[in-house]
């Protein structure tokens, strides 16, 4: 039970290349099947985490593994949207999302290296399951706008009314804004001079 919680990770990891390639596919029997993959990989995400929790399995691989997982899985989930329908989810969104990861990821190995922990706030858990979640709708409307079925008329109208645009610059938002908090919280990581003096 242990390694669960890591395979888990891993799979989610495995899965985001799978779902990229069969979602820039044209035909729209494989570009379909990415989104049930992208689905089941952003599951793992909940189970690894209830599993390493109830049982007590956490480890330190894991606790690095975990969230580099869901960076992976996001990351291909909004680059392959870019480049399908770059109209509706501009790049620059894309590079602010990227860049905030950078960030706390560099910010999380400088911790590590001062023996200590980053802490992690409500919001940056929720940044992750409110960019699951609109990716998981954006990826089916845009599945369903190449098709001629009457789903394809909202899923159209979704992406070429703006809705999901807006939908996307405001996760980008609440995004960004999670990186805010998580410098403000964490600043104490910072206070090496006046740890050195005291």
Do not use: C
Request: net charge positive.
């Amino acid at each position: 039970m242990k390694s669960v919680p890591n395979l888990l990770s891993w799979l989610r990891m495995i899965l985001a290349p799978v779902f990229v390639v069969l979602y820039l596919q044209d035909e729209i029997l494989w570009a379909a099947l990415s989104v049930p993959v992208f689905a089941v990989a952003a599951i793992t995400d909940y189970f690894d985490g209830f599993i390493a929790r109830h049982y007590g399995v956490r480890s330190d691989f894991g606790v690095f593994l975990d969230p580099l997982a869901d960076k992976v899985l996001t990351f291909s989930g909004f680059i392959s949207l870019s480049i399908y329908y770059t109209e509706f989810f501009p790049w620059i969104g894309i590079m602010l999302i990227v860049g905030r990861d950078i960030i706390i990821t560099m910010l999380r190995v400088y911790a590590k290296k001062r023996g200590k922990s980053m802490i992690t706030s409500n919001s940056a858990k929720a940044k992750t399951f409110t960019q699951l979640t609109f990716l998981i709708i954006a990826l089916l409307a845009g599945v369903f706008a190449r098709t001629a079925i009457s789903l394809g008329d909202w899923s159209s109208w979704l992406l070429e009314s703006g809705l999901l645009t807006w939908f996307f610059f405001a996760v980008v938002l609440f995004t960004v804004y999670t990186a805010v908090e998580y410098i403000v919280t964490n600043r104490h990581l910072f206070n090496r001079e006046k740890q050195t003096a005291t």
